[in-house]
């Protein structure tokens, strides 16, 4: 059981909106940067979002980021059937010692 | 090309030892942090440690303590992950990832390896 929780599914239409939560607590989120990965079916993590809100090269717009005090959040706009995957935040844990991942996020593209 | 290359999937039988490799090309190797992840069927990710490929250092996750070794070859910029004591539950895809310097608050990895498959089982 991860520490930083994450609903287990999302779902959207082409060109909707969907959120993705990310639950932490004071010892990650709330004094460490976030990230997110996105997992495609059958491949390894891409990261998508780091130190919270930036968007690496080559990451569409569509993605962004927020946190505020031990939560985090990941917005896709303009739903995509590419965006199909499996999503992860992430964070160091200063009580662990230890680079946690949430417990991940399904997105289906209905 | 900016890449990392994992060797091939592995199958051992408990209480084996297995060393997967993560060659670096395209970049400076000691410019960055090598991080293993790993991921068990149908399951989310789990962090392992990482090495400092400078110096050599590493800072292993109390879970594997004692039974993970991450090593470096800076001549042929390539990173190990050796992992002792294998059981069933250890099956999973082990990924490398490239990570930044710095205090462990800011990291992240942003390159990262296609996995390599170890598989436990008598």
């Known amino acids: 059981q991860s520490v930083l929780t994450q609903p287990p599914s999302a779902s959207g239409t082409p060109g909707q909106r969907v959120t993705i939560s990310c639950s932490g607590s004071?010892?990650?989120?709330?004094?460490?940067?976030v990230n997110w990965y996105q997992q495609l079916p059958g491949t390894a993590p891409k990261l998508l979002i780091y130190i919270n809100d930036q968007r690496p090269s080559g990451v569409p717009d569509r993605f962004s980021g927020s946190k505020s005090d031990t939560s985090a959040s990941l917005a896709i706009s303009g739903l995509q059937s590419e965006d199909e995957a499996d999503y992860y935040c992430a964070a160091w844990d200063d009580s662990l010692n230890y680079y946690v991942f949430g417990s991940g996020t399904k997105v289906t593209v209905l | 090309q900016v890449q990392l290359v994992q060797s091939g999937a592995e199958v051992k039988k408990p209480g084996a030892s297995v060393k997967v490799s993560c060659k670096a090309s395209g970049y400076t190797f000691t410019g960055y942090y090598l991080h293993w992840v790993r991921q068990a069927p149908g399951q989310g990710l789990e962090w392992m440690g990482r090495i400092n490929p400078n110096s050599g250092g590493t800072n292993y996750a109390q879970k594997f303590q004692g039974r993970v070794t991450m090593t470096r070859d800076t001549s042929i910029t390539t990173a190990y992950m050796e992992l002792s004591g294998l059981r069933s539950d250890d099956t999973a895809v082990y990924f490398c990832?490239?990570?930044?310097?710095?205090?462990?608050?800011?990291?992240?990895?942003?390159?990262w390896g296609r996995g390599t498959l170890v598989t436990v089982s008598s």
């Open positions: 990832a490239r990570g930044t310097l710095g205090f462990a608050r800011y990291w992240y990895f942003d390159l």
């Open positions: 004071t010892s990650n989120i709330g004094s460490n940067t």
